[in-house]
């Protein structure tokens, strides 16, 4: 079945990160505000198109939200910067994308395709209130709940943000959500593969939820949800 096309409804730089809202029942693409996104935005959209189409993931006439967020290279200072070291990190070509769109099941479930190669698709999903209630507990206890089997622990960085969001800015997702995940990124591999993923889901997240956050909050709250959810130092 082919892609449908798609018309964007906004797409709004957002420093290296982009948000765009789109519907299904239009006919053209569009992405105008951002070179450096240019390109694989618009491979995603066919991606996101496919995941309604074949794999029914979003519903049809319904808005989706979508973010973009690069990889980084390390160039100076990454590991002493909280000494207050100077730091100088490159954006790479390879972005993580992720595109959001509410539902009525009273599920949040994310899906993040493979890569055709070494990654396969993975998928995880949590009922909507019971993350609320991990997350007023405590963020740790979210990082808990993904722990394990290992094949699950990744869904603690998009689940992770949620979790933020909800504590933090009163969010609520009682109808349920589709997280679909699309990355270039390296994984393993020191390019900050972690990182484009929570910002990505941050954005996309609050941009589909009504949350306005600024840079250095989206940073503030991506590293709760990296230190505090995901465990990592």
Not at 35 to 48: L, Y
Request: proline share 5%.
């Amino acid at each position: 079945i082919p892609a449908p096309k798609r018309r964007l409804r906004s797409c709004v730089p957002r420093r290296r990160s982009t948000i765009c809202k789109t519907t299904h029942a239009v006919d053209e693409v569009g992405f105008e505000t951002d070179p450096w996104a240019r390109q694989d935005a618009r491979a995603f959209f066919k991606v996101v198109g496919r995941a309604s189409g074949e794999r029914g993931i979003f519903e049809p006439d319904k808005a989706i939200t979508m973010a973009r967020a690069p990889g980084r290279l390390d160039v100076m200072g990454g590991i002493a910067d909280y000494s207050g070291s100077l730091v100088l990190q490159w954006p790479l070509a390879e972005a993580t994308f992720v595109a959001v769109q509410g539902a009525t099941d009273g599920v949040v479930r994310v899906i993040s395709l493979g890569d055709g190669h070494d990654r396969e698709d993975r998928s995880v999903e949590i009922a909507s209130d019971e993350l609320s209630i991990l997350a007023q507990r405590g963020s740790e206890f979210v990082g808990e709940r993904f722990a394990s089997p290992a094949d699950a622990t990744w869904g603690a960085y998009p689940l992770g943000v949620l979790a933020v969001l909800m504590r933090e800015h009163g969010v609520t997702a009682e109808g349920g959500l589709r997280v679909l995940v699309h990355s270039a990124v390296p994984e393993g591999k020191g390019v900050s593969s972690s990182a484009a993923l929570e910002v990505a889901s941050m954005v996309a997240m609050a941009e589909q939820f009504g949350v306005a956050l600024d840079g250095p909050e989206l940073a503030r709250w991506c590293q709760v949800a990296e230190n505090r959810v995901v465990g990592a130092p």
